[in-house]
């Protein structure tokens, strides 16, 4: 709800999609959000983590064309390797914002 792609990246296998990273809008001013997808065959190949660094690398530059400060990140809990990337890339654990379920993370401009 009220939440649309600002930006995509795809990493492919010759012509087929394997991986996506999407940052997108929330409903919260300031803050992106992002959707992150790696096909079960080509996981553990490091394709998310490129993407990811892809990502924060254009959240850096572009992120005032959308008056945002903030890009989020949520993980089920259980998914160790998205919150391992998260980390990795920069994204900072949110205790106060997770549950069982969830892990959210966040990335403030520098």
Do not use: C
Not at 65 to 83: M, V
Not at 87 to 107: A, C, M, Q, T
């Amino acid at each position: 709800e009220g939440e649309y792609v600002v930006k995509r990246f795809i990493d492919r296998d010759g012509d087929m999609p394997v991986a996506f990273l999407d940052i997108m809008t929330t409903t919260k001013e300031g803050h992106l959000t992002v959707a992150l997808g790696t096909d079960p065959k080509y996981r553990g190949q490091g394709r998310a983590f490129k993407l990811a660094q892809k990502g924060v690398k254009w959240f850096d530059k572009n992120a005032d064309k959308y008056g945002a400060t903030y890009l989020g990140w949520g993980a089920y809990s259980s998914n160790t390797g998205s919150r391992h990337i998260a980390e990795k890339v920069g994204f900072k654990y949110e205790p106060e914002n997770s549950d069982d379920e969830w892990s959210v993370y966040g990335y403030s401009k520098e």
